[in-house]
């Protein structure tokens, strides 16, 4: 057994086996050569696991994804331009639509829809508008700006489905955080879980202060807020996620308060890039 510059030999069970499941960038530009040459490699993909309904709601939406890249300027290199450079080209402007882009994000969003119960009565086209609807729910606005200088509303209509600047303008709300957390608090069939939600919103504005205030408005409870350029270490952010979990009240504690607002409570935590460095960022992210 090795931990660091430390080993010590034991004997080991002739039946024992060990599984390491890691991201593919993390398993071939982060971890050391001699820890990866001691196992079998084998590549995992959503896909993999997918049915043939699942292929054919891949295949429609990666048509759409496909129709949003190539309104994005530098998503066709013109010229004769290397494989390098166009791959390059569309990769920037995957990124460019979405913030944070993964590669598997498609895969993952078909394999969710298909499996949740509340989506197994729907067909395949229904299916199909509520994928698009929560990939617009991601978008940057400056892709839908982009977008919606280069289609008019029928352009759009026949290349998507649908107007797509009316719904992330008009029936999505993306304008402030308040807005944006009433709408989550309304409608939570599409992000939230018996467990609960994982939210990360990103914004232009800087966050001046304590927002708590005024979310708490929109959420029916006070929210816990932290900064993360206030802290010094990973450790200090676990322990402040740990004290939220441990603050929830117990079933005794909750007196005459309705079941869905004792058990409403959120965390907010302010990530600065520029503030924050990010490493933090990407270890409260999971």
């Not at 057994?1 to 030999?9: D, N, R």
């Not at 709601?57 to 994005?72: I, P, R, T, V």
């Not at 892709?143 to 999505?172: H, K, P, T, W």
């Not at 996620?241 to 009240?249: D, I, M, S, T």
Request: glycine share 6%; with cysteine.
């Amino acid at each position: 057994i090795a931990h660091g510059s430390k080993a010590k030999q034991c004997p080991i069970h002739k039946r024992f086996r060990v599984i390491v499941i890691t991201e593919i960038n993390d398993a071939y530009f982060r971890l050391a050569p001699p820890l990866l040459n001691r196992f079998e490699k084998q590549i995992f993909l959503r896909k993999d696991l997918m049915e043939r309904g699942d292929e054919t709601l891949l295949n429609k939406l990666g048509k759409f994804w496909d129709s949003l890249n190539e309104c994005m300027p530098g998503a066709k290199p013109e010229g004769q331009q290397s494989a390098l450079l166009s791959s390059l080209a569309a990769a920037g402007a995957e990124h460019r639509v979405i913030a944070g882009f993964h590669g598997e994000l498609l895969s993952s969003m078909v394999f969710m829809l298909r499996r949740r119960p509340e989506y197994g009565s729907q067909s395949m086209n229904q299916l199909f508008d509520e994928a698009k609807r929560l990939l617009t729910l991601v978008l940057t606005p400056e892709a839908v700006c982009i977008i919606a200088a280069s289609l008019d509303s029928a352009e759009m209509n026949s290349r998507f489905g649908f107007d797509l600047v009316q719904e992330y303008f008009e029936r999505q709300k993306h304008s402030d955080l308040l807005s944006f957390t009433e709408d989550l608090v309304t409608d939570q069939r599409a992000w939230c879980d018996k467990a609960g939600a994982q939210i990360m919103a990103l914004t232009y504005s800087p966050i001046r202060g304590k927002v708590g205030h005024e979310v708490q408005r929109a959420i029916g409870c006070a929210p816990a807020e932290l900064s993360l350029h206030e802290l010094s270490s990973s450790q200090d952010v676990e322990k402040a996620v740990q004290h939220f979990y441990n603050g929830a009240p117990s079933c005794s504690e909750e007196g005459a308060e309705t079941a869905e607002s004792s058990q409403r409570r959120v965390l907010l935590i302010h990530a600065d890039p520029i503030a924050a460095s990010p490493r933090m960022i990407e270890h409260c992210r999971f």
